[in-house]
């Protein structure tokens, strides 16, 4: 039950905003560059750029762009363009009210989050979430004991969230959209999981490996609040 839990820890991307809102404007900023820099028309770029981005995922997005349009490019350069813009995004509305819901109720709010620290942060800032979450877990700040990188689904990630807010595994809920990482580390420390499953997005079709499941499953927010969740057991907020 979840009658219990005194803190929301939440994933970020495709979680409480759509990812694509960010992806979106760094490409367009990347684009407006190579426009002016080449003379090319920026819709244009922006329009193959989406569509590499489709057809081939994002890890060489630019390289395939620049010999499509037979530009010589530092690429590098241009992702740095990418991690360092600073967009205006937008919450998703449930996740608008569900974070006004917890904090009428004094609950408390945490974020864990992979990827490049700038980014990650960019994004945060153009949520606007600095004043509106209790603890912020980039993962791409975080060292272990040893020295190395830490990153979902390790323990120390959620240990380090938990721990800056106060309370045990057991009064906390961790909620993403990603089985392939997101609640198994969260579940072997005793915190409880919640999927939200949302059209659209990254992982929305993939089935978890057994041992990867989350507790419960949504798709919105707000049914955390009405009582709407179908999992292993009934929800009581």
């Not at 037979?70 to 569900?98: H, N, Q, S």
């Not at 390790?154 to 045990?168: A, D, K, M, P, T």
């Amino acid at each position: 039950m979840l009658d219990e839990i005194k803190a929301y820890i939440f994933d970020l991307d495709d979680t409480l905003y759509e990812e694509m809102q960010f992806v979106r404007f760094g490409m367009k900023e990347v684009c407006a560059y190579l426009g002016e820099k080449h003379g090319f028309d920026m819709e244009k770029l922006y329009k193959s750029c989406m569509e590499i981005l489709s057809e081939s995922g994002r890890g060489k997005t630019y390289d395939i762009l620049c010999d499509r349009y037979g530009i010589k490019e530092d690429i590098p350069g241009l992702v740095k363009i990418y991690r360092g813009i600073k967009p205006g995004l937008t919450l998703y509305e449930d996740a608008k009210k569900f974070l006004e819901y917890l904090k009428q109720r004094n609950l408390k709010t945490g974020i864990i989050t992979d990827g490049n620290a700038a980014v990650q942060n960019s994004k945060i800032d153009g949520l606007g979430l600095r004043d509106k979450i209790d603890s912020i877990v980039v993962t791409d700040m975080l060292k272990t004991a040893e020295g190395k990188g830490a990153a979902k689904p390790e323990r120390e990630v959620y240990l380090s969230c938990i721990n800056e807010l106060g309370v045990s595994a057991n009064e906390a809920v961790y909620i993403g959209d990603n089985p392939r990482k997101d609640f198994i580390g969260a579940r072997s420390i005793g915190m409880k999981t919640v999927r939200i499953v949302r059209p659209g997005g990254m992982f929305v079709n993939e089935k978890p490996e057994k041992g990867y499941e989350a507790d419960f499953e949504i798709n919105l927010l707000t049914e955390l609040i009405n009582d709407q969740v179908t999992g292993k057991q009934d929800l009581n907020l």
